[in-house]
T-cell receptor, first 114, second 110 residues
């Protein structure tokens, strides 16, 4: 079974621009979560989607948004990029997003904002 | 104070040693506990997933949870150079949202 696939692997953007990251979950998984990983803050939860609905949201500004499609694929968008948005963005999928359903991560998208 | 505390290391051990990695937490609502391994330029890989207090063993890995002390551990027996990675503890109270420790960097020297 293919794992979680994230595209692109690397992105370089300029301050003020916007970016869209893509995630394809493991086949059969209906929950997709997004995390930001930085050396200083570690892994922090952004949001979780299930059946095209955002069920949970972390403590990030509104510039960070996401959506999920009917095939469970998900996208994350960051608008008006800031230098501090430079990070590894990780997508994780699980069967249904409940506690009994462990998360499996992709290899991430490395975003650099200059 | 962070909800989950984990010593970042680095931790360096000789090949064959027993490795002990630990996390403490403050939120008694956490019910599920996980250990992930992350190699450089890769995403976290799920190693162990536990619910209740006690021990869970999988090959060379043993996860231990003590809810009364709010303390979890991961033991690696007969450590190998290929075990060199960052180990992240994670826990959840609500589905889809994990709270991670900072990660411990482990180096196993041949």
């Amino acid at each position: 079974k293919a794992g979680v696939t994230q595209t692109p692997r690397y992105l370089i953007k300029t301050r003020g621009q916007q970016v869209t990251l893509s995630c394809s979950p493991i086949s059969g998984h209906r929950s997709v979560s997004w995390y930001q990983q930085t050396p200083g803050q570690g892994l922090q939860f952004l949001f979780e989607y299930f059946s095209e609905t955002q069920r949970n949201k972390g403590n990030f500004p509104g510039r960070f948004s996401g959506r999920q499609f009917s095939n469970s694929r998900s996208e994350m968008n960051v608008s008006t990029l800031e230098l501090g948005d430079s990070a590894l963005y990780l997508c994780a999928s699980s069967l249904d997003g409940t506690n009994g359903s462990p998360l499996h991560f992709g290899n991430g998208t490395r975003l650099t904002v200059t | 104070q962070k909800e989950v505390e984990q010593d970042p290391g680095p931790l360096s051990v000789p090949e064959g040693a027993i490795v002990s990695l630990n996390c403490t937490y403050s939120n008694s609502a956490f019910q599920y506990f996980m250990w992930y391994r992350q190699y450089s330029r890769k995403g976290p890989e799920l190693l162990m997933y536990t619910y209740s207090s006690g021990n869970k063993e999988d090959g060379r890995f043993t996860a231990q949870v003590d809810k009364s002390s709010k303390y979890i551990s991961l033991f690696i027996r007969d450590s190998q150079p290929s075990d060199s990675a960052t180990y992240l503890c994670a826990m959840s109270a609500e589905g889809g949202k994990l709270i991670f420790g900072q990660g411990t960097t482990l180096q196993v020297k041949p």
